[in-house]
């Protein structure tokens, strides 16, 4: 029986993300796929869209421009800190990258640039600005519980509550 995804169906699937070079940048573990429940934006729009339709074992290069994916480089999103603000014993280099609190929650930033007595930081995605391509490879098809979709996510490998 080969189900097509569409919304209310929870999706497994192994995949591959290169960037526009061609490196990979991520990958999901062997055996280890990504499960997901389709329609409720678990996962970035660009894809999700590109997914529905598909069955188990097909396979797909899905490619999403970077405003269905981690959005536009945007240049609002650079900012002047005060070194004195770091830590002092922390040495502090371009392309290093910590966790910062904000008011919506913790954030992944990027040093840009060391100038004198100013660092400065980049608060978007490692990945805006960039198109991703996906090699997917649908692992699996069910339908969703009526718990997972009022939950609106997958209950995993006996995750529950
Ligand atoms: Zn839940």
Redo the contacts with the bound molecule.
């Keep these: 029986m080969s189900e097509e995804i569409k919304n209310g169906k929870v999706v497994s699937f192994s995949y591959t993300l290169r960037d526009e070079d061609g490196n990979v940048v991520e990958q999901s573990e062997p055996g280890r796929p990504l499960e997901y429940l389709h329609g409720n934006h678990n996962i970035i729009p660009g894809l999700e869209n590109q997914l529905t339709g598909m069955k188990q074992g097909d396979t797909k290069v899905v490619k999403v421009e970077p405003k269905e994916g981690y959005g536009e480089y945007d240049n609002n999103l650079l900012f002047k800190v005060p070194k004195a603000n770091f830590p002092q014993e922390v040495e502090l280099y371009p392309g290093m990258e910590f966790q910062t609190d904000t008011d919506e929650g913790v954030m992944i930033v990027t040093i840009k640039e060391i100038d004198g007595d100013t660092v400065i930081v980049d608060a978007n995605h490692p990945m805006a600005g960039q198109a991703l391509n996906f090699d997917v490879k649908i692992e699996s098809v069910r339908d969703a519980t009526d718990?997972e979709k009022a939950?609106g996510?997958v209950?995993a490998h006996g995750h529950d509550?």
Excluded: E, F, I, L
């Design positions: 718990q939950h996510h209950h509550h």
